[in-house]
């Protein structure tokens, strides 16, 4: 099943969903029938979208660690309807809080995918071509996934973090779709998410108001009152490290902690939760401490499930969770923070490139490739530089831009060997002029 969002010309027009839609009062939120299951709270980006502004957003944000671009843009519009603010809530200009649901629900963020996934995978991707006005589309099988692609050719994209004046906001469109995604149709409601209409840029979307949050809460619950929340995470974020996890209403012997799986795939096991089993409960079910596991992890988000079952109220609210997964060999952690001076650089133009976040004192590779795909272990088109990183971890060096690479677009990455083990960054791109 499609739900189509489409955009018209002078402002806005979405219009020609497919399916059925059922209205639970004479004016608001609609739903098209399920909900997702507690083993579909996964989502995934599968980062196939090549337009210059999806992901010129290399600037990391404390709250939302070790993700930019077009992952970060649909980090923050998953955890926009969440049960509780992500972490603190910041990290967008646009509005208050990210995070306000007020439900039952909480997705979970796993970070990248690499491929577009089945109809259930609960991967969100960019799809060549263009469909009239369509800007992007979610199958929604419901109860065991979904599937999101937007329309990547076709529309400008912009992947904000702040402000959007041209184009369609990535932000805004996908926190629109992830609401199909959990149940909910389009609403008559002014203003709010799932409403058929956007404004300008679709930035508003961003942001859900209180007929979505109606909506959701209709579909998963209201916030249970003993719904475990976080509000710290502190210690050695590290294999083999010692996490102390602040926070309440957790349960005595068998809380769970979540994190996110470093297998990134195109099809369904990359979705999983690596999952931290019997975790006790100490001062009166406000703290937990475990041991991180030595591979197969990778940082991002996290959640604490107070008991096993499948209860939406077990779940906590995701929070920020900046851990420095060891990955194994090749692991594809985005664990390293690169930035360059200047995405958009003519040629003969001298940029910069700086990171933070690597294993200290270990030799390093930055590596280029014309396609995103990332990571780049194998698949690389060449190195663009090599060298120490630093006692702290982190490291710059600048290098001029070739002639050759005239209107090309390149996308680089910095890999660091500890051992054995192969760190790498997130992934920037250079949209040479
Ligand atoms: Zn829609």
């Not at 497919?18 to 083993?39: E, K, R, V, Y």
């Not at 490739?369 to 190195?383: E, V």
């Not at 530089?385 to 982190?394: A, P, Y």
């Given at each position: 099943?499609?739900?189509?969002?489409?955009?018209?010309?002078?402002?806005?027009?979405?219009?020609?969903?497919?399916?059925?839609?059922?209205?639970?009062?004479?004016?608001?939120?609609?739903?098209?029938?399920?909900?997702?299951?507690?083993?579909?709270?996964?989502?995934?980006?599968?980062?196939?979208?090549?337009?210059s502004?999806?992901n010129n957003?290399t600037?990391?944000?404390?709250?939302?660690?070790?993700?930019?671009?077009?992952?970060?843009?649909?980090?923050?519009?998953?955890?926009?309807?969440?049960?509780?603010?992500?972490?603190?809530?910041?990290?967008?200009?646009?509005?208050?809080?990210?995070?306000?649901?007020?439900?039952?629900?909480?997705?979970?963020?796993?970070?990248?995918?690499?491929?577009?996934?089945?109809?259930?995978?609960?991967?969100?991707?960019?799809?060549?071509?263009?469909?009239?006005?369509?800007?992007?589309?979610?199958?929604?099988?419901?109860?065991?996934?979904?599937?999101?692609?937007?329309?990547?050719?076709?529309?400008?994209?912009?992947?904000?973090?702040?402000?959007?004046?041209?184009?369609?906001?990535?932000?805004?469109?996908?926190?629109?779709?992830?609401?199909?995604?959990?149940?909910?149709?389009?609403?008559?409601?002014?203003?709010?998410?799932?409403?058929?209409?956007?404004?300008?840029?679709?930035?508003?979307?961003?942001?859900?108001?209180?007929?979505?949050?109606?909506?959701?809460?209709?579909?998963?619950?209201?916030?249970?009152?003993?719904?475990?929340?976080?509000?710290?995470?502190?210690?050695?974020?590290?294999?083999?490290?010692?996490?102390?996890?602040?926070?309440?209403?957790?349960?005595?012997?068998?809380?769970?902690?979540?994190?996110?799986?470093?297998?990134?795939?195109?099809?369904?096991?990359?979705?999983?939760?690596?999952?931290?089993?019997?975790?006790?409960?100490?001062?009166?079910?406000?703290?937990?401490?475990?041991?991180?596991?030595?591979?197969?992890?990778?940082?991002?988000?996290?959640?604490?499930?107070?008991?096993?079952?499948?209860?939406?109220?077990?779940?906590?609210?995701?929070?920020?969770?900046?851990?420095?997964?060891?990955?194994?060999?090749?692991?594809?952690?985005?664990?390293?923070?690169?930035?360059v001076?200047n995405s958009n650089p003519?040629?003969?133009?001298?940029i910069?490139f700086?990171?933070?976040?690597?294993?200290?004192?270990?030799?390093?590779?930055?590596?280029w490739?014309?396609?995103?795909?990332?990571?780049?272990?194998?698949?690389?088109?060449?190195?663009v530089?090599?060298?120490?990183?630093?006692?702290?971890?982190?490291?710059?060096?600048?290098r001029?831009v070739?002639?050759?690479a005239?209107?090309r677009t390149a996308y680089m990455?910095?890999?660091?060997?500890?051992?054995?083990?192969?760190?790498?960054?997130?992934?920037i791109t250079i949209n040479v002029q």
């Open positions: 099943m499609k739900n189509l969002l489409r955009i018209g010309f002078g402002g806005i027009l979405l219009a020609g969903t497919t399916f059925m839609a059922s209205p639970q009062q004479a004016t608001g939120f609609t739903t098209i029938g399920g909900s997702l299951n507690l083993g579909q709270r996964d989502f995934r980006v599968y980062n196939n979208f090549n337009g502004n999806a957003n600037t990391i944000h404390s709250n939302w660690p070790q993700y930019t671009g077009a992952e970060l843009s649909q980090w923050k519009a998953g955890a926009e309807w969440n049960s509780r603010a992500h972490g603190d809530g910041s990290g967008d200009t646009s509005q208050g809080t990210v995070g306000s649901g007020g439900a039952n629900f909480s997705f979970f963020w796993n970070g990248n995918a690499s491929g577009i996934g089945g109809g259930n995978d609960n991967i969100i991707s960019s799809i060549g071509g263009s469909s009239g006005g369509v800007l992007a589309y979610t199958e929604t099988p419901i109860n065991d996934g979904w599937r999101i692609r937007f329309y990547g050719d076709a529309w400008n994209w912009q992947d904000g973090p702040g402000s959007v004046t041209f184009g369609i906001d990535m932000q805004g469109v996908g926190c629109h779709e992830l609401g199909h995604a959990l149940g909910l149709g389009h609403t008559t409601a002014n203003g709010a998410t799932m409403t058929a209409f956007i404004s300008g840029t679709g930035q508003g979307q961003r942001s859900i108001q209180q007929d979505d949050i109606n909506g959701v809460q209709y579909i998963y619950g209201v916030m249970a009152s003993s719904m475990p929340s976080i509000d710290s995470i502190t210690g050695s974020l590290v294999p083999g490290g010692t996490v102390t996890i602040t926070g309440s209403g957790f349960s005595t012997s068998t809380n769970r902690i979540w994190l996110q799986s470093d297998i990134v795939d195109g099809t369904n096991a990359g979705g999983d939760h690596v999952t931290i089993t019997n975790v006790p409960s100490t001062n009166n079910g406000t703290q937990l401490s475990f041991v991180l596991p030595s591979s197969g992890w990778q940082g991002g988000a996290l959640h604490v499930k107070s008991d096993v079952g499948s209860a939406g109220s077990l779940l906590s609210e995701s929070h920020p969770f900046d851990g420095q997964g060891g990955g194994g060999g090749g692991g594809s952690n985005d664990t390293i923070n690169l930035t001076s003519t040629t003969g133009s001298t910069t700086s990171w933070d976040s690597a294993p200290p004192l270990m030799p390093y590779t930055m590596v490739a014309f396609t995103d795909n990332s990571p780049f272990f194998n698949t690389y088109g060449g190195i530089g090599t060298g120490t990183t630093s006692s702290l971890g982190t490291g710059s060096f600048s001029r070739p002639g050759g005239a209107g990455e910095i890999q660091v060997d500890q051992n054995g083990t192969i760190f790498d960054s997130n992934t």
